[in-house]
């Protein structure tokens, strides 16, 4: 159980398109959704929290106006880069909690974007 | 505020040695502790956890001992695998819905 996909895994786009990528509890209800960026041989850097039906709330120095997070269920959220540039490309994973809470966050494969 | 300070890599191993990677913390109240592995291209993977003081976690011959006095989660195996060539991150989480606070990760290369 606990088991969380992303899609797409892998998206080229052209500079200035904007690109969606959705994360999906797939077998419990997430309260709790988190979305991080991996630079390459580094930590994650969480970039924003989301609680479905609210607003997300973002780390310091990330733009929400660039990174939109919508929470529309206890199933899914989904992140979209807007307006994406080549300094962009990143490695975006995203995880979720339990309902029930318990400290324990289960992690997506990861999405990896690449902007031309 | 939290953190989590763990050895920097990379870490060569040859296959069936002794692996031993270092995570210390800094955290009010009592987090629980965790090890995620990341295999290249993939995202990350629950390895073990622990709860409270003394806690051992322990799974696919990985163990790690919460140690509140040291306020250390240092992750150990007695025989490395080539399989487990991978990034290790150690993670803690204070009480409630919080985001993970991560180590910068250390990345194991084992050898045949």
Redesign the interface.
């Known amino acids: 159980g606990a088991v969380v996909s992303?899609h797409p895994s892998r998206v080229i786009c052209k500079s200035g398109t904007s690109v969606k990528i959705e994360c999906r509890s797939l077998d419990f209800q997430a309260?709790?959704m988190?979305w991080y960026r991996q630079f390459p041989?580094?930590?994650?850097m969480?970039m924003a929290?989301s609680n479905e039906g609210s607003k997300a709330t973002y780390e310091q120095g990330v733009e929400k106006d660039k990174f939109l997070i919508n929470h529309a269920s206890l199933t899914l959220s989904t992140l979209t880069v807007t307006s994406a540039h080549p300094e962009d490309s990143s490695f975006y994973?995203c995880?979720a909690?339990l309902l029930a809470?318990g400290?324990?966050?289960?992690?997506?494969?990861?999405t990896r974007l690449t902007v031309t | 505020g939290n953190s989590v300070t763990q050895m920097e890599g990379p870490v060569t191993l040859s296959e069936e040695a002794f692996l031993t990677i270092n995570c210390t913390y800094t955290a009010t109240g009592y987090p629980s502790l965790f090890w995620y592995v990341q295999y290249p291209g993939e995202g990350l993977q629950l390895l073990l956890k622990a709860t409270k003081a003394d806690d051992k976690g322990s799974n696919k011959g990985f163990e790690a001992t919460y140690r509140k006095e040291t306020t250390s989660f240092h992750l150990e195996k007695g025989s490395v695998q080539v399989s487990d060539s991978a990034v290790y991150f150690c993670a803690l989480r204070s009480l409630g819905n919080t985001p993970l606070v991560f180590g910068k990760g250390t990345r194991l290369s084992v050898i045949a």
Do not use: A, D, H, V
């Open positions: 992303q309260t709790t988190f041989k580094q930590s994650l969480l929290t994973i995880s909690s809470g400290g324990e966050q289960y992690f997506g494969p990861g």
